[in-house]
T-cell receptor, first 112, second 112 residues
Framework: GQQVMQIPQYQHVQEGEDFTTYCNSS?????IQWYKQRPGGHPVFLIQ?????EVKKQKRLTFQFGEAKKNSSLHITATQTTDVGTYFC????????????FGKGTHLIIQP | GAGVSQSPSNKVTEKGKDVELRCDPI?????LYWYRQSLGQGLEFLIY????????KSGLPSDRFSAERTGGSVSTLTIQRTQQEDSAVYLC??????????FGPGTRLLVL
């Protein structure tokens, strides 16, 4: 079955440093989504990427979808303490309205 | 309602007992998903509904797990003869059909 791998599992950064998490799928994806889960909270949708090579930005967050639609990355510039949480990628091989396969997430820990 | 709601928020039960978890999706969302998340871990897909039908039951861990959705709205996840390894947070999400999934706050299940 489809597998989505995410690295690193944990990332410690100093406040103000940049952060990147990477997502790789064993199969070609129709789309990839990114979610953020704050400690004690539930996953919250951030963005969906659909097109090969797509790049989207949300303030300090930059999301990329690989040309082969098998990998993706999330980059945060100049981290802030509010960025703390776990970032999950989730891939779909179908038309979108099916069960997503989530990566195990990257836990971002920020030291002030 | 404004978001996905789940009940109960917490459930403590004894091994061997049955439990029923409820999810109220966002009004009008046709797709509904159940996931399981163990402490500090990623999301494990359980089942997906499109309307009242469940085209993908592949994630249900055993025949002790079942789910139904009536009227294209509320869904219940039932776990029979609970085991200690069933302890986790059970998350429900709904989607208008494509794109983002909107998660509820989850039900924290503890099996003693």
């Amino acid at each position: 079955g489809q597998q989505v791998m995410q690295i690193p599992q944990y990332q410690h950064v100093q406040e103000g440093e940049d952060f990147t998490t990477y997502c790789n799928s064993s199969t070609t994806l129709s789309n990839i989504q990114w979610y953020k889960q704050r400690p004690g909270g539930h996953p919250v949708f951030l963005i969906q990427l659909v097109k090969s090579g797509e790049v989207k930005k949300q303030k300090r967050l930059t999301f990329q979808f690989g040309e082969a639609k098998k990998n993706s990355s999330l980059h945060i510039t100049a981290t802030q303490t509010t960025d703390v949480g776990t970032y999950f990628c989730a891939g779909s091989s179908g038309g979108g309205a099916d069960g997503l396969t989530f990566g195990k997430g990257t836990h971002l820990i920020i030291q002030p | 309602g404004a978001g996905v709601s789940q009940s109960p928020s917490n459930k403590v039960t004894e091994k061997g007992k049955d439990v029923e978890l409820r999810c109220d999706p966002i009004s009008g969302h046709t797709a509904l998903y159940w996931y399981r998340q163990s402490l500090g871990q990623g999301l494990e897909f359980l089942i997906y509904f499109q309307g009242n039908s469940a085209p993908d039951k592949s994630g249900l861990p055993s025949d002790r797990f079942s789910a139904e959705r009536t009227g294209g709205s509320v869904s219940t996840l039932t776990i029979q003869r609970t085991q200690q390894e069933d302890s986790a947070v059970y998350l429900c999400a709904s989607s208008p059909g494509l794109g983002a999934q909107y998660f509820g706050p989850g039900t924290r299940l503890l099996v003693l």
